[in-house]
Structure formats: C-alpha cells, structure tokens
C-alpha cells in the first residue's frame, strides 16, 4: 500500500521561506511523477508543482513560477518543495501527489489532476500580511 506524508506546514510571515516534504512509503509504479497542490479555504485544488520520475521535467503554476522550487530524491522516495518569497495568497493546505499511471510529460504536455491517484492528507501553510 503507498502512503504519502507530508510535513513542513507551519505559519510564517510575508517573504520568509520555508520547505515542505512529502515522504512517500512504498512505490506507485517503478517511476512515477509527483506533484505539490493546495487548497485554499472555499477554493477548489490548483496545482502548484510537478516534477517527473528523472526530475528532468519540472512544472510550476504561473503564480509560484520563480518562488517555489520542486526536487525529489528517487532513493529515498521524497518529494520537497522550497517556498521562497511567501505571501499570503499562499495560504493554503498543500497536498502532495504521486502517479501510479505515468513517469513523465513530453512535449506538448503537462501536469493535470487527473494524472495523480494517490495523495497524502496535506500539510497547512499560513502566511500572514
């Protein structure tokens, strides 16, 4: 059974950084993509950042894109995400994903939710103004 577990959450303030981290217990395919979303009070799930088995594809949200950083490390089964430069619309609960159908993208392509199938429980970041 793959379980995924997050942790780093926490509050900060407007432009300081922090680092979530996705542990992920046994595997959900021999290489499978992963990905960082959230979810704001009231709002639906938007992606944040996806990232491919070889870490050779990396993709961010327009709203992250140049803050936040995705990384996995294949050996140990995690999956990171370095938030810089914070605000407070990043509040949120941020999910971590992984695929048990895909390794990767491609040209012409990209992260979607319906790619992932296995999600962890999420871990809450608060930014205050």
């Known amino acids: 059974q793959v379980q995924l577990t997050e942790s780093g959450g926490r509050l900060v303030q407007r432009g300081d950084s922090l680092r979530l981290s996705c542990a992920i217990s046994?595997?959900?395919?021999?290489?499978?993509?992963a990905a960082w979303f959230r979810q704001a009070p009231g709002e639906g799930r938007q992606f944040v950042a996806g990232?491919?088995?070889?870490?050779?594809?990396?993709y961010y949200a327009d709203s992250v894109k140049g803050r936040f950083t995705i990384s996995r490390d294949s050996a140990s089964n995690t999956v990171d995400l370095q938030m810089n430069s914070v605000k407070p619309e990043d509040t949120a609960l941020y999910y971590c994903?992984?695929?048990?159908?895909?390794?990767?993208w491609g040209p012409g392509s990209g992260p979607e939710e319906a790619h992932f199938d296995v999600w962890g429980q999420g871990t809450q970041v608060t930014v205050s103004p």
């Open positions: 990232i491919s088995w070889t870490g050779g594809e990396s």
């Open positions: 046994g595997r959900p395919r021999d290489a499978y993509a």
């Open positions: 994903a992984a695929s048990t159908r895909i390794s990767g």
